[in-house]
């Protein structure tokens, strides 16, 4: 098996708003064990948990990306560094349930269980 981080980044409802991915929240578990950066290429899945599933054109994850990059996980969130993103949504029954989990894979080693290949 390939090297595999998992983050979570997770938002609440607002009045009038959506369940917020744009403001990742990190528990600073990749910061506090030192995790080194990936040497190769990846490619990174993530799901978005939520109780009203959005347009999946409207589905962002480049401010979680950016907070990953931020903190250290990768070097840059440009293509050198990141060959594929792949997005899906899952719906759930309460918010207290909502939550977008990005999961990042070494080039080669496949996507994580319950993904489509290819």
């Known amino acids: 098996m390939g ?3 998992t983050a979570r980044a997770v938002g ?3 009045a009038g708003k959506d369940a917020d991915v744009e403001l990742p929240a990190w528990d600073g578990a990749v910061e506090a064990e030192g995790v080194p950066r990936f040497a190769s290429q990846i490619d990174v899945f ?3 948990y939520r109780t009203r ?3 999946p054109q409207g589905l962002s994850t480049k401010a ?3 907070a990953i990059t931020r903190e250290g996980v990768l070097a840059d969130d440009s293509a ?3 060959r594929e993103i792949r997005d899906r949504q899952r719906k759930v029954a309460t918010e ?3 939550r977008t989990e990005i999961e990042m894979r070494v080039v080669g080693t496949g996507p994580p269980v319950g ?3 290819g």
Do not use: F, N, Q, Y
């Open 3 to 5: 090297k595999r981080r």
């Open 12 to 14: 609440g409802r607002r």
């Open 46 to 48: 993530v799901t978005h």
């Open 53 to 55: 599933l959005a347009d």
């Open 64 to 66: 979680v990306m950016d």
């Open 80 to 82: 050198k560094e990141i």
């Open 96 to 98: 207290a349930e909502e």
């Open 115 to 117: 993904w489509p290949s």
